[in-house]
């Protein structure tokens, strides 16, 4: 999916207008338009400003992946990276163990 497009379904999902979306990011909603007829593509500074708006993250934004981060799950993942290695390795087996759980539950129906 182009830029354009999921910048216009992101907005859409988000219920903001073209102008209110326009106006948080600083720019005329005419041109906010544009980016998402695919007419014109935003400077990287006005990318990162939409994509903080929408609370996504650029990758997303600009097509490099198709994994959708929302924002509480960005900041999750910023702190398990400020933690000890100690800590974090303790973290991701908890969280091994609740996945592998989880899944042997969706096995068997439980």
Not at 22 to 41: F, M, P, T, W
Not at 81 to 99: P, R, T, V
Request: aromatic share 8%; charged share 30%; proline share 1%.
């Amino acid at each position: 999916m182009e830029f354009g497009n999921r910048l216009m379904n992101l907005r859409k999902e988000k219920k903001m207008s073209q102008a209110e979306l326009a106006s948080k990011v600083g720019i005329h909603a005419n041109v906010l338009g544009r980016y998402e007829r695919g007419d014109a593509k935003p400077f990287i500074e006005i990318a990162a400003k939409i994509a903080q708006a929408l609370e996504v993250s650029l990758d997303y934004l600009v097509g490099n992946t198709d994994i959708l981060f929302d924002k509480k799950t960005i900041n999750r993942i910023l702190e398990v990276q400020k933690l000890s290695e100690k800590d974090a390795e303790h973290l991701f087996a908890m969280m091994d163990a609740f996945l592998r759980d989880a899944k042997t539950r969706q096995a068997y129906g439980g």
